[in-house]
């Protein structure tokens, strides 16, 4: 086993810091746990966009749709160029 002769490592960066005041223990728990729920709550909204992404859209909202065909030569294809619709 080998020993670090500038010390110990240092650990992660901590989670919070408290930069003014004097928080009671209760206080930087509630904190935390508020902090903690927002961040699971946008991990759970982008997975769900994510997966929402995945699904091919359906017929309703594909835009492809909304673009028009350039006309095929052949008969009657005068129709479809110039033709209401």
Known sequence: MTTNPEGPAPGPAPFLRV???D???EEVAALVAVLT??????RAA??????AREAPPSGW???ARLVRRPPAP??????????PG
Request: hydrophobic residues 40%; charged residues 25%; aromatic residues 6%.
């Open 19 to 21: 930069v003014r005041g």
């Open 23 to 25: 928080p009671s223990p």
């Open 37 to 42: 729920a927002r961040a699971r709550a946008v």
């Open 46 to 51: 982008r997975a769900a966009r994510g997966a």
């Open 61 to 63: 909202c594909d835009r």
């Open 74 to 83: 052949g008969p009657g294809a005068w129709r479809a160029a110039y033709g």
